[in-house]
């Protein structure tokens, strides 16, 4: 019940156990179809360049920026949050001059700030953390994209810890990169980072005037690997993506809509418990995410020996509170498989019991 | 049998089937130091920052390359096959003047070719290929690597074929950095890639002028991770991270020495049943890999229906020649678990049976 990784299926633990094929065996190539034509609906969109990344949820974000960015070129970023902050120092290493639009943690990036920041600006990208996992706040992003767009800016988007937990819609909402992990609501172990780009983003990587500086994450060689023409660019992680195309496979048959509602029905069990508790939730009301809770520490309480209670008394693990949120939130994870109700009643007796309430 | 993902043990398989925990769980942190200390013993160094990177074999290659380079740097890099070609791409995409010292694919790169590229240069990194896998050459790099101490460059080692089926010394050998691959002769899926860092390398990448252009592989981000300081950078891999123990665990219980030995006493095998059927390995003389065996296509027979013939109908996997060797030999892999007599005589028999030898 941490910020993730989540708990994963039996089945899909049992799918990493299976032989390994090659990365070209033509077995494993029709995966990769299967792979790609799930994770768009999941994503929630027609883009062809829709893929796993062969790195964890970060080696996605630094995809989604090494492939646009070129030195020199201006990028918004909003920053509520540790990802907002990571999204700045990756964009600054691609050699990008970094506008940072700041909300206080907890809070969201209101699209007024966006237009405000854009006035007299014509970036290359406006990036946006969707769910915060360092907070639990969501920030709405059809309204920025919209902005974006008008700008004349593509639309970046990090849905680490939404994807498949709460409403993604590439498509519709229009944004053009994408990236997520597995390990959130996905329920997959770590270990790849789904992606999406529309082929507006894809046209930009495409006619850079400077070579992409990640020979592993260039989409321009993985386009080769990942479409058609299969030439060989890395080995790819074949268990992992065993993985991955089980957990997919689970969220399809569990079907998206249900899947949110779950994920919402078991936040709202949660914070009823929290509140008889006398206990909330800190993160902005009306924009609380549903897989990621932040907890507010009660005064005179020490987080952390309430954490360590937690796993060891318990096998609970729940996350602390990162930058400033630091000793005064627990973060407890409602992710996919994790999101069901005996969790939240077991969370609640356990917390219930170390504070003597 | 081809070129990797090489077999993979039972053990192995079910080892990425336990349950996930968290990437700062204690269990987890305690399992990562294993792990550290085994891949100290298969690398054979005392060298403290020795880990695996959260990606495949090339996202190794790119970790050492860019943890090093700074723009302007000068680079000595050996080619002679695609692995050689790969790292003077990335190390050009790290801003780095590389000089290429070429060998024909197949051959050596021999010291004397060095030592002539180091007339007049003081290059800060001279980089090799231990065993090229597009060919099945083994270049011995013990005078190399004290050709670029001479200089005052840094050596820097690609074992991604080698670590696990051939002798790789770090400390003896003075490599200041190396990668390897966990899916070739170590028998664990791919995903991860083991790095090790001298002192000496380490003290480049912590007094860098400028910030290394990867977020993700910044190993000074990395060695507050993998470090005592158990700081959250990413969320490794974790069933990954369970699958390499494993596999480590079995490479220490079989011995490194028994290790190579059946490495070569298999190869010895293959070759023998080669010549009875009037096949030869194209590699040159006296360097021919034991783990990858590139056999020379005869005269008149096409490559492709053969290697589709042996997936087709005997369930065995070899790989194509690739560049200059497209169509011109068949790379054979014994690598770790798929290094066994019985996997000799088996492909022997069905290639004769192909051939109608």
């Known amino acids: 019940m941490g910020p993730g990784p989540s708990d994963v299926a039996p089945s899909v633990l049992r799918a990493m156990s299976l032989p390994v094929l090659g990365h070209l065996d033509p077995l494993f190539v029709a995966?990769?179809?299967?792979?790609?034509?799930?994770?768009?609906?999941?994503?929630?969109?027609?883009?062809?360049?829709?893929?796993?990344?062969?790195?964890?949820?970060?080696?996605?974000?630094?995809?989604?920026?090494?492939?646009?960015?070129?030195?020199?070129?201006?990028?918004?970023?909003?920053?509520?949050?540790?990802?907002?902050?990571?999204m700045v120092d990756v964009a600054e290493r691609c050699g990008a001059k970094v506008t940072k639009v700041e909300s206080p943690w907890g809070k969201i990036i209101e699209p007024s700030q966006i237009a405000e920041a854009l006035k007299g600006r014509r970036p290359k990208i406006v990036a946006i953390v969707h769910a915060e996992t360092s907070t639990g706040a969501l920030t709405p992003v059809e309204e920025i994209?919209?902005?974006?767009?008008?700008?004349?800016?593509?639309?970046?988007?990090?849905?680490?810890?939404?994807?498949?937990?709460?409403?993604?819609?590439?498509?519709?909402?229009?944004?053009?990169?994408?990236?997520?992990?597995?390990?959130?609501?996905?329920?997959?172990?770590?270990g790849l980072a789904p992606v999406s780009l529309s082929d507006r983003a894809m046209a930009v990587a495409t006619n850079r005037k400077t070579k992409v500086q990640s020979w592993y994450l260039d989409v321009n060689l993985l386009a080769s690997y990942w479409g058609q023409e299969r030439v060989y660019h890395h080995t790819a992680?074949?268990?992992?993506?065993?993985?991955?195309?089980?957990?997919?496979?689970?969220?399809?048959?569990?079907?998206?809509?249900?899947?949110?509602?779950?994920?919402?029905?078991?936040?709202?069990?949660?914070?009823?418990?929290?509140?008889?508790?006398?206990?909330?939730?800190?993160?902005?009301?009306?924009?609380?995410?549903?897989?990621?809770?932040?907890?507010?520490?009660?005064?005179?309480?020490?987080?952390?020996?309430?954490?360590?209670?937690?796993?060891?008394?318990?096998?609970?693990?729940?996350?602390?509170?990162l930058g400033p949120l630091k000793g005064k939130i627990w973060r407890v994870g409602l992710m996919g498989e994790t999101s069901k109700p005996e969790h939240v009643e077991t969370f609640l007796r356990a917390l219930r019991g170390i504070l003597k309430k």
């Open 31 to 86: 995966m990769m179809d299967e792979i790609k034509a799930m994770l768009r609906v999941v994503f929630q969109t027609k883009n062809a360049m829709t893929f796993p990344v062969s790195g964890t949820g970060s080696a996605g974000m630094e995809f989604c920026f090494v492939n646009l960015i070129e030195p020199g070129d201006e990028v918004i970023v909003g920053v509520n949050g540790v990802f907002g902050g990571r």
């Open 145 to 190: 994209s919209k902005l974006a767009h008008q700008a004349g800016a593509l639309f970046l988007l990090d849905t680490v810890t939404s994807l498949g937990g709460w409403p993604v819609r590439v498509d519709e909402w229009e944004v053009d990169e994408i990236y997520s992990g597995t390990q959130k609501c996905l329920s997959c172990p770590p």
């Open 237 to 321: 992680p074949i268990s992992m993506n065993y993985a991955l195309h089980e957990a997919l496979r689970l969220v399809l048959i569990e079907g998206l809509e249900s899947r949110w509602k779950r994920h919402q029905a078991n936040h709202e069990l949660l914070k009823k418990g929290l509140t008889e508790l006398g206990l909330s939730i800190a993160s902005q009301p009306g924009h609380q995410l549903w897989q990621l809770n932040a907890v507010t520490v009660p005064e005179g309480v020490d987080e952390a020996t309430v954490r360590k209670a937690l796993l060891n008394d318990f096998s609970i693990e729940v996350g602390a509170g």
